[in-house]
Every structure is written in C-alpha cells, then in structure tokens.
C-alpha cells in the first residue's frame, strides 16, 4: 500500500512539474545574457497552448499553476508566442513590479516547456496588471525565420499585423480591463527594462 501510494505521489509530481536536470534550477543557474550578448529565454508555455505554467521561484522548477486544486488553463486562445521568463531578472515590488522575473514572449516554432533558448529582443509591450508593472519583452528566436528581424518596425514591414495580435492577445487573455496595454517601446526601450531587471535581481 505504502509502495502504491508513493508511486502516485511521484505521478502527480511529474504532471503538474517540469524541470529540464534534476540538478538544475531554471531562474538562477543561467544568466540572463550570454556570452555572445543574445538574451537567455526559459520557455514555461509552448506557443499555441493554454496551460498556465510558471517558475517556483524558490526550486526553479516550472509547475503548472493550480486554481482551486485544478491546473489552471487560459480561457483564450493560445499563446502567439513561446512565453516564459528570463533568468536571474526580477521586476522589484519595490520599483512598482509583480516581483517575478521578467517576461519574455519569443516568436519561432513551438518548442518544448522547460527549454532555455538563445533569442533577440525587438522591443517590449508594456502592460499593467492591476497597477503592477508588468511588461512583456518582443523576442525572436534564433534558427528561426524571424531571426532576421531587428526590429518592431521590421516585424510589422514583414508581418504585418503580428504586433497588433501581440498586444490584443494580452490585452484580452485574462478577460475585459483586467490586463492595461500602454504601447510598444522599440528595441532600446526594451533593453532599458532588461537592464532595470537584471538589476533588481542584483539587489533584491
């Protein structure tokens, strides 16, 4: 009996958490940029699904976020884009943040949850979640299609209407006036707040 019940306990730990090593904590053991200056992005939601997946910023294991002993799913379409975090980044309360690290969502086909990819910022969303900040980086992925792109403007001259679904997805995805769209900063602008969020995981 005891052997059965441990057995689904290790069941249900690998539904609801996903973690790439067992020796690997996915918030603090990559930097936020490498070595050659592109941006480090761990992916908590493949592109074109609902799930609601977020770091434990304590473990840095990815778990499946729980509403009422039920995992959580986007009452939306999916996500435009592979959306995570970057690691070693905090938006501070102290600053006007959520307190999490900073989000990113990167444009290129759907990878695997829990994967660290190489990427480019182009810009950033800013967006507010009942008074916090909480912006949204524009990123491609490299060995993607969109890699070519340096720029906002690049990304509409080539996609046109692609930041606009952007920005009307999370302006949407948790239902009427509850997320607050303030515009797309550029590509300088977006490297502003990734400095301001390396910096708050500095100092926190």
């Known amino acids: 009996?005891?052997?059965?019940?441990t057995c689904i306990v290790f069941a249900l730990v690998a539904i609801f958490s996903c973690k790439t090593s067992t020796?690997?904590?996915?918030?603090?053991?990559?930097?936020?940029?490498?070595?050659?200056?592109?941006?480090?992005?761990?992916?908590?939601i493949p592109a074109g699904t609902e799930q609601k997946w977020e770091v434990n910023?304590?473990?840095g294991i990815i778990e499946w976020e729980q509403v009422d002993g039920t995992g959580r799913i986007v009452n939306y379409i999916g996500y435009p884009g592979n959306y995570g975090f970057i690691p070693q980044t905090l938006l501070a309360e102290k600053d006007g943040g959520d307190g999490d690290p900073l989000d990113i969502l990167v444009l290129g086909s759907p990878v695997n949850r829990g994967s660290v990819i190489i990427c480019k910022i182009i810009g950033v969303l800013y967006l507010q979640d009942r008074g916090e900040q909480d912006d949204k980086l524009i990123a491609v992925a490299?060995?993607?299609?969109?890699?070519?792109?340096?720029?906002l403007q690049d990304l509409e001259a080539t996609y046109n209407g692609v930041a606009d679904?952007?920005?009307?997805?999370?302006?949407?995805y948790?239902?009427?006036?509850?997320?607050?769209?303030?515009?797309?900063g550029d590509?300088?602008?977006?490297?502003?707040?990734l400095e301001a969020a390396i910096t708050g995981y500095q100092n926190k």
Do not use: C
Not at 187 to 193: C, G, P, R, S, W
């Open 1 to 5: 009996m005891i052997i059965r019940l």
């Open 23 to 44: 020796e690997e904590n996915l918030l603090t053991d990559y930097p936020a940029i490498a070595e050659d200056g592109s941006v480090n992005a761990v992916i908590e």
């Open 57 to 59: 910023k304590t473990s």
């Open 142 to 151: 490299k060995d993607s299609p969109f890699y070519q792109l340096d720029s």
């Open 165 to 172: 679904i952007i920005k009307l997805w999370f302006s949407n």
């Open 174 to 184: 948790k239902g009427p006036s509850k997320m607050v769209s303030k515009g797309f």
């Open 187 to 193: 590509k300088d602008a977006a490297q502003h707040v």
